[in-house]
């Protein structure tokens, strides 16, 4: 079974960083793209910023030069450094990632359950 489990979330004053990890695992031949996503309550899941296999990173343009996406190939791991963190950051971020399984032997879409940031004083 192939699964991806987030952590790192949590509460944070205004200013302040948080470190998001998540780890794949299971039955993985290759991970392509991986990136974090954020839902706010009463608003539709965005993209925050990805990553390719040759670490190539993409952000939204709202989390541009406070987040980092990164990557471990070598434990199948997504980071995501959250610093300058703002109210507007708070969500549930879930980890996404395109990977090719043995069985069945094809690229899916996979999620994580979702971590929790508030950003609040």
């Known amino acids: 079974q192939v699964q991806l489990v987030e952590s790192g979330g949590g509460l944070v004053q205004p200013g302040g960083s948080l470190r998001l990890s998540c780890a794949a695992s299971?039955?993985?031949?290759?991970?392509?793209?991986m990136g974090w996503y954020r839902q706010a309550p009463g608003k539709q899941r965005e993209l925050v910023a990805t990553i390719t296999s040759g670490n190539s990173a993409n952000y939204a343009d709202s989390v541009k030069g406070r987040f980092t996406i990164s990557r471990d190939n070598a434990k199948n791991t997504v980071y995501l450094q959250m610093n300058s963190l703002k109210p507007e950051d708070t969500a549930v971020y879930y980890c996404?990632?395109?990977?090719?399984?043995?069985?069945?032997?094809?690229?899916?879409?996979?999620w994580g359950q979702g971590t929790q940031v508030t950003v609040s004083s």
């Open positions: 299971g039955s993985i031949v290759r991970i392509d793209a």
């Open positions: 996404n990632a395109d990977m090719l399984t043995i069985a069945p032997f094809r690229t899916s879409a996979y």
